[in-house]
């Protein structure tokens, strides 16, 4: 993608007040690079199809993936990390396997901070490209919390009652 496209790209993931004041990397031939230095913290790109799930994506290595994505400060530090190191992997020419595989030993090696409470990312823009089944997948806010604490966001198993029935 064109560096001006990608960046103007990226700007769609959230409001314009937020977007005139941050960051926005592109891709380059190593990976991110900051293309527009913000002050207010935010930090946009545009994600590719190596940021999907290991398992069970079908369109893992899909060229036309583009998702404009903004992460608010705390994910900023917190969850861009995975992005940048998932993409040095994927642009080293590593398999998927190889890719978890490194993920993987970067966490255990601690070079990816804890989840700051607070993050989330909008993906807010018309113009992204998800995956073939639903094309830009309806604008939406994305949460992040370390899967310890997903019980706080109602993520846990339903309990039944002695009669058997979930309440």
């Given at each position: 993608m064109d560096r001006n496209a990608e960046i103007a790209s990226a700007r769609t993931a959230a409001p314009p007040s937020i977007a005139r004041d941050?960051?926005?990397m592109v891709l380059g031939r190593?990976?991110?690079e900051t293309a527009v230095e913000g002050t207010n913290g935010f930090v946009f790109n545009v994600d590719r199809s190596w940021m999907d799930q290991f398992e069970n994506s079908p369109e893992?290595?899909?060229p036309k993936r583009?998702?404009?994505v903004c992460y608010n400060p705390q994910a900023a530090t917190t969850v861009l990390p995975?992005?940048?190191i998932r993409t040095q992997l994927a642009l080293a020419g590593?398999?998927?396997?190889e890719m978890n595989e490194g993920m993987k030993?970067?966490?255990e090696k601690g070079e990816l901070p804890t989840l700051e409470p607070g993050g989330m990312a909008y993906m807010l823009s018309k113009q992204g490209f998800l995956n073939s089944r639903c094309a830009n997948c309806a604008p939406h806010l994305m949460f992040y919390v370390p899967v310890k604490d997903a019980h706080t966001w109602g993520a846990r198993p339903k309990e039944r009652s002695r009669s058997g029935h979930v309440p």
């Open positions: 941050a960051t926005v190593h990976g991110h893992f290595w899909n583009l998702g404009p995975i992005t940048l590593k398999s998927k396997a030993a970067a966490i």
